[in-house]
């Protein structure tokens, strides 16, 4: 069974930064992709951010230049660097993890902008 755990998530005020961690334990083989959503209230899950195991970036174009996704291969965590929050961030923020036969996600951690 894997289990991947978010943390990072608060209240800030616009303008501000948060780091969100997620990490992935239990039957750990071969973790390719490994991405970040959101989901605002009354609205559906959108893909915010996503790193390959090698280390490629894409992004959602209302976070470009404002946050950073990355990953430890060897911890099996994938970060989300958020810098110049603005209240349309808030949202709760899943992660998840890419296997060759299954994708598994987070609880989810909520992220509160305030403006």
């Known amino acids: 069974q894997v289990r991947l755990a978010e943390s990072g998530g608060g209240l800030v005020q616009a303008g501000g930064s948060l780091r969100l961690s997620c990490a992935a334990s239990?039957?750990?083989?071969?973790?390719?992709?490994m991405d970040w959503y959101r989901q605002a209230p009354g609205q559906q899950r959108e893909l915010v951010a996503t790193?390959?195991?090698?280390?490629?970036?894409k992004y959602a174009d209302s976070v470009k230049g404002r946050f950073t996704i990355s990953r430890d291969n060897a911890k099996n965590t994938v970060y989300l660097q958020m810098n110049s929050l603005k209240p349309e961030d808030t949202a709760v923020y899943y992660c998840?993890?890419?296997?060759?036969?299954?994708?598994?996600w987070g609880q989810g951690t909520q992220v509160t902008v305030s403006s």
């Open positions: 239990g039957s750990i083989f071969s973790i390719s992709n």
């Open positions: 790193i390959t195991r090698g280390g490629s970036t």
């Open positions: 998840n993890a890419h296997f060759p036969t299954n994708i598994y």
